[in-house]
């Protein structure tokens, strides 16, 4: 594996604000990957911006209770998530899912600027390191 491909790195564009995330290595990630570029209006459940995306998967290594900057993928929805805190079914300071999402990634840096997001629409490309 050369080294370009030992990490999948994309960013996540909201208005002004733009982070970087870096992808697991699992089979999400790779297919949410290989869909790159993604723009697209976003829907706000609490501290979490989701959207559809085409890809249709099962759930992969499932769960609710997920870590802020962590990045998931929910099948009911077809829909690429984003954790930054609190969602309306958070039972305590962690993002919780409303069922379960597939874990495909984690933002690099802090997250939780994503509560400053003005712009109503949201892009996901491929990371080009200058």
Known sequence: ???AEEKMKIE???GNISLSATLADNETARMIYNSLPIESSYNVWGDE???AI???MDIEEGREIMEIGELGYWPPGHAFCIFFGKTPASTD???RAASEVS???QIDGDATVLRQAE???IAVKRWKEE
């Open 119 to 121: 712009a109503s629409t």
């Open 12 to 14: 996540i564009s909201v």
């Open 54 to 56: 085409p890809i249709y």
């Open 93 to 95: 300071d962690c993002p």
């Open 103 to 105: 874990p495909f990634g």
């Open 49 to 51: 911006f989701y959207f």
């Open 1 to 3: 594996m050369s080294s």
